[in-house]
């Protein structure tokens, strides 16, 4: 699906493991990334080294960007409206994510990354395939290499991009719709 949105690379993000998939699939590189189940919620780690493995909810936002840092990677507040606090913990972020289910919330996270001083970047947050690439981020590399992204994304070399199509808009509702449902929704933000 990657291929054919055109994307000339992915972030593979599992919940608490990373896997080693390649260097390519079909064409499309591949980085490495993990998204780590923290004590307020997730934070992605992307980049050379990310861990293999971790216990959801054991880790404080805090020790992760620690963790991401040391291991030569950056620390990413993904969909920061979803079920999460982690938008309030004071450490030192690398980006923040405009979640590609969530655009709505796009002027409030824009205001974090104000605040904070670091860019935004945008992802699918795709469980199916038919998901990948319908939010992306455009980076200012000439390489396709997990440190040459890392160094993108702390210089703010990133734009993040939402594609909007019909189709899009009904998968986002019916996100929209099991969210609340599931009150993974920030109460005071779930009216927009």
């Known amino acids: 699906m990657a291929r054919y949105r055109g994307m000339d690379a992915i972030v593979v993000t ?18 490495p990334g993990i998204e780590i189940s923290t004590t307020r919620g997730h934070v992605l780690v992307i980049g050379p080294d990310p861990p293999s493995q971790t216990d959801p909810g054991v880790l404080t936002p805090e020790e992760v960007v620690d963790l991401a ?12 409206f979803r079920n999460s606090t982690v938008r309030e913990v004071d450490a030192p972020f690398d980006a923040v994510e405009i979640n590609g ?14 605040d904070r ?27 396709l290499t997990p440190v040459a992204i890392v160094d993108a994304i702390r210089e703010g070399r990133v734009q993040p991009e939402i594609h909007e199509t ?22 005071s933000v779930s009216s927009e």
């Open 14 to 31: 599992n919940h608490d493991f990373y896997r080693e998939l390649g260097d390519r699939v079909f064409g499309v590189r591949i980085l």
């Open 69 to 80: 840092h040391d291991r030569e990677c950056v620390a990413v507040i993904p969909h920061p």
């Open 101 to 114: 289910k969530q655009p709505r919330f796009r002027p409030r996270v824009e205001a974090i990354a104000r």
């Open 117 to 143: 001083e670091i860019p935004l970047v945008s992802g699918s947050d795709a469980h199916f395939p038919f998901e990948t690439g319908h939010a992306y981020t455009l980076v200012d590399s000439d390489e």
């Open 166 to 187: 019909w189709f899009t808009q009904l998968v986002r509702r019916v996100y929209a719709r099991l969210h609340r449902f599931r009150n993974h929704i920030d109460p």
